[in-house]
């Protein structure tokens, strides 16, 4: 007398044994966290190199006395005074045209706002508003003796942001997308594991007749 044998069916093409997804999915997350922390890593690294250029590119004038700048742009521009000090020491200053620019009184800054880069170290003092672009003699006084220099140029605060905010979006965003391909992942193969271990009744499947 024969005896029936149960019927299972085959794997999906592309699957696990149990019928699951492939564990290809498990490398794909994975791979998308590690490449998020990375990218975010050099999202910083340009950043900064490109705010320390930016910085470079400031127009200095000796602290306390007078020099010329020139804005190819009308704006609003950053006065930092760069010295290392804790304290910044007070001081007056005023922006004469000299090729028929325009811009207003400087005003001082109500932010906080500091950098050390490229051999650089200020913090934000005051603005420039320039409503005409040209040439210009910046004249600065102080009862101070404190040394330094001030820099004119644009906020770096938007650029820090963007560097920072960036970054932190890159390594949670990919964190998030890795995260949510292993879970999913492997609850399906758990799911398909446990559907093979109940055997082929769970699934509706029948043995097929014996002639």
């Keep these: ?31 998308i966290i590690v490449a998020g922390i990375v990218g975010a ?3 910083v690294v340009l950043g900064i190199g490109a705010l ?6 400031f127009q200095r004038v000796p602290f306390g ?18 010295d290392g000090l804790d304290v910044f020491p007070g001081f ?5 045209p000299l090729d028929g620019g325009a811009a207003e009184d400087p005003r001082d800054y109500t932010s906080d706002l500091t950098y050390n880069l490229g ?25 101070s003796e404190a040394g330094g220099q001030l820099a004119v140029g644009p906020s770096i605060g938007r650029r820090l942001v963007f560097t920072v905010v960036g970054a932190l979006g890159l390594a949670f965003g990919s964190a998030i997308l890795g995260v949510t391909i ?8 758990h799911r398909a ?3 093979a271990e109940q055997g082929p009744h769970a699934q509706g499947l029948t043995a097929p007749p014996r002639f």
């Design 193 to 195: 594991r446990r559907r």
């Design 92 to 96: 007056r200053a005023d922006i004469e």
């Design 41 to 43: 890593v050099a999202w």
């Design 119 to 143: 051999g650089h170290s200020g913090q934000a003092v005051g603005t420039i508003r320039i409503l005409e672009p040209g040439r210009f003699r910046f004249n600065t006084t102080t009862t």
């Design 1 to 31: 007398m024969s005896q029936n044998m149960p019927y299972t069916s085959p794997p999906a093409s592309g699957g696990s044994a149990s019928g699951g997804p492939s564990r290809i999915w498990y490398w794909l997350g994975g791979a």
């Design 182 to 189: 292993l879970i999913v992942t492997a609850v399906k193969r």
């Design 52 to 57: 320390s250029d930016e910085i470079d590119r």
């Design 65 to 82: 006395g007078s020099g010329e700048i020139s804005f190819s742009e009308p704006g609003s521009y950053v006065i930092y005074y760069e």
